[in-house]
Structures are given as C-alpha cells and as structure tokens.
C-alpha cells in the first residue's frame, strides 16, 4: 500500500498549509518493543502504525521502519531545495546507488520524482536530483490544523463508497484510519478528510464506478472504456485542470462497462496470456536457488539416498520443485525462447549463499527464484539488491519485502478476506451462522464484526466444564432459515469439524439449502472423518493459493509430467513449473520483472495466478487467490 505518498497527497488535498515532512527509518534489534521505539524518537505508536501498518502483526528482529522524525528543537538546521539537476538512469543502476553517488537519500529523490514511489527505475528514465543548500532556522509556532474529521458509516457503505464521496482513493481512506476493520458495518466510527459536508459527493445507482489502475492515462481509459477525455471531465469536474492518480474513483456511464478491469462492481483485471506475447530477442538468464543439501546425500547408498529424501523435507520440496522448473524450461522451449539456467545448492545456509554470489557472476542475471527460508530469502533479496536483481520467493508467505524481492505466494491474510467479501456482498440475500469453538473464536474477530447481527453457535462443554468439540442438531436447527442458509465453520479440530459438518448436512433439504465455508482450510476438514461426500452436498467454499489440476480433462502438463517421472506431479512440481514459466515468459515480453507487474498485472497457469503489487518503500507481493467450493465431489474455482 502506498502509504507515504497516499498521506502525503491527502494533506495537499485537504489544506492549503505547506508541510515539511521528513522520514527515517529505524531496524528492530532483538527483543525490541514498539513503545520503546516510540520513546527513543519522541512519537507515538500510532505514528509507527499509521506509516507501517505490518507492525500491527509483531515486531520481527532486523525489521526496517519508516518513523517520523521526531519533533525539531526550537532553532535547528533544516536543508532547503536550491534547484535540481537532471540525471539519465543507466544500465543496473539502482535508486541506492544514484543516491550515494549525489550525497542525498532515496527518499529526497523519490519526493523530487513521485512516480517513483509506484515505478520501478528503467533505462533511460530522465530524473531530479534535488540540490540543498543547509539553513539556520528558527521553529515557528503555526495553529494546529484539523485535517481530518470522525464520520459514522451508513447502511450500504464499503470503502470505495466512502472513499469517493470524500474524494479520496480506498488507499487514502486506510491511511487515515490504520485500525479500521477489513469490512466496514454500519454506524463504524472511521476518520475522513474534513472537508465541507456541501462538498461530499453521492453514489447514483444510474452510475457505474471506475478506479483508475496504475499508469494510466486518459488515452488508455479512452481505449478502455470508450469515453473521450471531455467526456470523464463532464461526469467528474474535478478532473478540469488536473491529472489522474492511481486510485482514484471515477464516475462513468453504467451500461456496458461492467466487465471492464478496475470496474467497482467487477473489480476484475483480465488475465494475460504471456505464451502468446511477443517475445524479446535476448537470452533471459536466471538462477534456481535450491537447498538440495547434496553435501548430506551419499549417492554409494541407494537406501540411504530414499531415506533422506523421505525424511528431509527440505530436500523433498527442491526436488519436487526442480521437476516442475524443469518441465517448464522445456515448454519454454518449445515456445522458441532461449533461456540460460543456472541451478544452485543453497544448502540452507547464509554462508552458502553467501559464497555462491560472491563466486559468480549474479550481477548480470534477470532473475534469481528462491532461495527456500524466509531468512535465506531476505538475505539473498539484500545482498543482490545494488545489482538491482529480482529475487522470487517460491513458497515463503511472510518476507520481509526489500526494493528488489516478490513474494509469489499470497498471503494468509488474503485467503480470508476472498472468502469473508464474497459473502458480505451476499449479506442481503441469505441468512448466516457462525460456528465457533474456544480456540477459533477469539481469532475470528474480523469474521463477526462482517456478520454483527450473525447467531454464533459454540462448541459444548463436558460435565468438567471442559471443551468437548460437539454441537448437537438443535443448537443449529433453530437458527436455519428457508432459503439459503450461510454456515461459517472455523476451528482446527478434526472431530469437531467432522461433528459439524454431518449435523449440516443432515439438515440440508430443498427447503432450507445450507452452503458451508470457512475462512481457514486446514488440515481438519481433510481429514479422514470428514466425509468429501458431505462438503460437496453443501458445496463447502473456501480460499486458496492454488486451484486443483483436473487429470481427467486431458491436461497436455499432468500427461508430460507422468510421462517423464512416471507419477502424477504433487502441488509442489505444478507451483514449480508455474512460478517458472511465469517468471520467464514476463521476462521475455516485458523490460524486466519490474515493469512486467504493470504490462501484464494477472498471469494464471496449470494451478498459480499471480498479481503482484508493490508495496510503498519495498518489494512487490502476490494480491491473488482462488475462491473454491467442493461440487458434485470435485473441487472447482466459483465465479462471481
């Protein structure tokens, strides 16, 4: 999220005061709490939220944060901008390195460039250098400003909605309020820039609304939508005289754009099918990052060699990774791009990585995939950051995202939001219970304030007082409507879900249709105990990171992988061939893996899609996930 510069547009927006606002940044030492953070730079803890909202989740050892700096003594020294100096980007040049080379910080040329806050640096761009010249000045006492004011939400009211009658973007809304739940519910108080109430805009059902995507223009919305620049001007005023930015909200004809990407009600981006681009001439060169660990394996000792295998999981997932990248170099080939591979043993060891980029030539590489530990990962992603290289964490969900670092596996966060909006949308149409036992129910604090006026049916308690991981029919009966009755299942225990899940479906009739879903798949509801048979009579839903391959349609890959190895590939060999044939093909039709992000936004294959977006001082991640019900004892993708 694009938080510094979302804040700082906010301000411009809502006051005619000029601020100066300067940033630091500071890593967590071990053990290090947030308020003691706070005290040492003289700001609050919600300072520290508001600028790096993951903080929320726990302070991780190494982490980097974007502070304030803390308020300046009565007289002090300020730097003041003279005039600026035009720099053409070069090859592997990277924003750190120019940086250095003009005695400024990243943050001064990104200020001086905002387009780099949202872009990655190209060849040849053309940019400002700021030149400074240092001042003695006194602090001057201003009256405080209220940017901002309390609103209380209405009925009907999301985000988007609330972002565009104060004219901001949904990312605008979020930044002023760090704390404010995924889903908004009537009568949330939330903050909203303080503007005259005269000047709120409404939403008019006789329209259809547009978020503007990233590098766009009014040519492409022209192409896009089919409307002139006049005519966006004539249906938002506020646009005479002044630019589009990402993610602002615009009001457009509703007939006939409905399927269009960045559309409020589809809110769908179209999914591009790189292997039938234009590819570039060049070799891509990449390397594959593995912990093979081939230092541990004996290959004089067949049993030996089995027995590792089973029992390292780390070894397992190389290897079952590595058959999938080599199925896709050869699909790659197939397609007529030449690609150079270099694969590495990592050997699990920072030393050994270490070692490997320092012995070769990494500098000149598109790519590099892995390695596999958050920690190998980071450290991989910092040491190839000044060649500006990009560094693809295969299965990691919780990187630590530098400049030049993709987390291509979604987050856990995500999983859960696809599920709770898809059915939030739905809120109106159907009845909803919530099923809960202790432990899942304090962790679903996000799922009851979507659903407030939802009955929470819980786990019984034995004579003891005890959990005992059952419910009996009636303690769901009575909360069933007919029509379509929604039943949110959260919990961990296998028996408890498999209780659950045979009381809903002996409930389920043509007269009161029970659809079961959760917002956590985990290993309870595969469990044996709970019967395929009675997810797919109450077409349980649920989100993932990857959909199922159907082996019975055919699939040209399962029938070349089975050829080869002679076994069905697992899901690890598919995100292998996936995570490589998508790195590979945006290479080849796009400069870089930077700028693939905004050609080609949604790529999806055998059983991955991936959507990165860039986070607003670091690296890019995954926003894509799979929404998928339990049909006929098949499990397929649902489509809104």
């Known amino acids: 999220m694009k938080k510094f510069l979302v804040v700082f547009v906010l301000l411009l927006m809502v006051t005619s005061h000029v601020f100066a606002q300067n940033y630091k940044t500071h890593k967590v030492k071990q053990d290090e709490k947030i308020e003691d953070i706070a005290k040492v730079y003289n700001i609050t803890v919600s300072d520290i939220y508001t600028l790096n909202p993951d903080a929320k989740n726990g302070l991780r050892t190494n982490m980097v944060l974007i502070l304030p700096k803390e308020a300046q003594a009565e007289s002090s020294t300020v730097r003041e901008i003279t005039g600026y100096k035009q720099h053409r980007v070069k090859r592997k040049q990277t924003l750190y390195g120019i940086a250095k080379d003009y005695k400024v910080s990243e943050d001064e040329i990104k200020k001086a460039n905002a ?160 292997s039938k681009g234009n590819f570039s001439s060049d070799i891509k060169h990449i390397a ?123 987050s856990e966060d995500l999983l859960k939001d696809k599920v709770l909006n898809y059915f939030k949308e739905r809120d109106s149409l159907i009845n909803t219970i919530l099923i809960f036992d202790s432990k899942s129910e304090p962790q679903n604090a996000a799922l009851k304030a979507a659903f407030s006026d939802a009955p929470v049916v819980r786990s019984r308690k034995d004579k003891k007082g005890k959990e005992a991981y059952f419910i009996r029919i009636e303690d769901i009966s009575r909360h069933l409507k007919p029509g379509k009755n929604v039943v949110f299942l959260e919990t961990a225990s296998s028996g408890f879900a498999s209780n659950v899940v045979s009381n809903l479906n002996t409930l389920n009739s043509d007269k009161i249709e029970i659809v079961l879903a959760t917002t956590n798949l985990n290993s309870a509801f595969e469990n044996s105990e709970v019967s395929n048979h009675h997810l797919s009579n109450l077409h ?68 991955n899609k991936f959507e990165y977006k860039k986070t607003p001082f670091g690296g890019y991640y995954n926003d894509t996930v799979y929404l998928l019900e339990y049909n006929d004892l098949k499990i397929v993708e649902v489509k809104n």
């Open 115 to 274: 387009f780099l806050y949202s872009e990655p640096l190209k060849k040849g761009t053309k940019i400002r250098i700021p030149i400074f010249e240092t001042k003695q000045v006194l602090k001057e006492t201003e009256t405080p400003v209220d940017l901002s004011k309390t609103y209380v939400v209405l009925p009907k009211e999301g985000k988007w909605r609330v972002a565009y009658k104060f004219g901001i973007s949904v990312e605008e809304l979020e930044a002023l309020n760090p704390d404010m739940a995924e889903v908004l519910k009537v009568g949330d108080t939330i903050n909203v820039p303080n503007i005259p109430d005269t000047k709120e805009k409404a939403i008019e059902d006789k329209y259809g609304y547009y978020e503007v995507q990233p590098k766009e223009g009014f040519y492409r919305l022209k192409v896009k939508l089919g409307l002139e620049k006049e005519e966006l001007e004539a249906l938002n005023p506020e646009l005479v005289g002044s630019d589009l930015k990402v993610g602002m909200v615009l009001r457009v004809p509703k007939k006939g754009h409905s399927g269009v990407p960045g559309m409020i009600s589809e809110n769908h981006l179209a999914i591009s099918n790189l």
């Open 288 to 410: 594959i990052l593995m912990p093979f660990k081939l230092n541990n394996v004996h290959p004089e000792s067949t049993e030996s060699t089995m027995n590792k295998i089973r029992t390292d999981s780390y070894l397992n997932f190389a290897l079952e990774f590595q058959s999938g990248a080599l199925m896709a170099l050869d699909s790659l080939k197939k397609l007529g791009l030449s690609v150079k591979v270099d694969v590495y043993d990592s050997e699990n060891k920072i030393s050994t990585i270490s070692d490997l980029i320092t012995k070769h030539n990494f500098k000149d590489l598109d790519a590099v995939i892995g390695p596999l530990s958050q920690t190998s990962v980071e450290y991989a992603a910092e040491k190839l950051s000044t060649y500006n290289v990009p560094v693809v964490s295969p299965i990691t969900k919780n990187v630590v995202l530098t400049n030049n670092t993709f987390q291509s596996r979604p």
């Open 540 to 607: 349980f839903h649920f989100a993932s990171v990857s959909k199922s391959f159907d082996d019975n349609l055919g699939n040209g890959f399962v029938k070349r992988y089975t050829s080869k190895y002679g076994a069905t590939p697992t899901k690890i060999a598919v995100r292998g061939f996936d995570v490589t044939m998508d790195v590979v093909l945006r290479l080849a039709t796009s400069e870089n893996l930077y700028t693939s992000t905004l050609d080609a936004p949604l790529t999806e294959y055998i059983e």
